[in-house]
């Protein structure tokens, strides 16, 4: 089977029901690799989702990109600005489908958000990645980002660590 061509799009601002079930997906898929739930975010209200959709899609400020088959989305990232550090932001929610792992598509997205933090004028990105995905690490340590040291506990997982790094732009 050929696959059609990837393309990468912002997330619209009407697209909310599509966020939420993007973000569904992404931690029904992939369970210890985020700072949540998929019950914890499948509870959230509707007001919530409409929030954090206006708060990616709003111009000239944070941002959720999507990686497309045709219409479906295989991929997500987001480029969000650190509430802490005025010249730092962050990537979140990375998430590509398995079928699609392994084939560029994380590395586009990555790409996407570090032109989009370059952009905003921002000076770093951080994120955190789950140590046990080596293949997550790489990827992240290929686009330039540093191990910084710093671990914390997965929620919902003791047992699983997140580690923090750091790309200067």
């Not at 029904?28 to 708060?55: I, M, N, Q, V």
């Not at 191990?147 to 997982?157: E, F, I, Q, V």
């Amino acid at each position: 089977m050929t696959r059609a061509r990837v393309s990468l799009r912002r997330l619209a601002p009407d697209e909310v029901e599509l966020h939420r079930d993007l973000r569904l997906r992404a931690l029904r898929d992939a369970p210890d690799s985020f700072g949540e739930t998929a019950a914890e975010a499948a509870a959230r209200s509707r007001a919530y989702w409409e929030e954090l959709t206006r708060a990616v899609t709003a111009p000239g400020g944070q941002a959720m990109f999507l990686a497309c088959e045709d219409e479906h989305v295989i991929g997500t990232v987001y480029g969000l600005l650190d509430r802490e550090r005025s010249e730092a932001g962050r990537v979140g929610g990375m998430w590509v489908e398995a079928a699609w792992r392994g084939q560029g598509v994380g590395r586009r997205l990555l790409l996407e958000v570090l032109g989009w933090a370059r952009a905003c004028g921002l000076g770093r990105l951080g994120l955190w990645a789950p140590a046990h995905n080596p293949a997550a690490i790489a990827l992240y340590s290929r686009a330039g980002f540093r191990d910084t040291g710093a671990r914390r506990t997965l929620p919902g997982n003791a047992s699983l660590h997140l580690v923090a790094m750091e790309a200067e732009l």
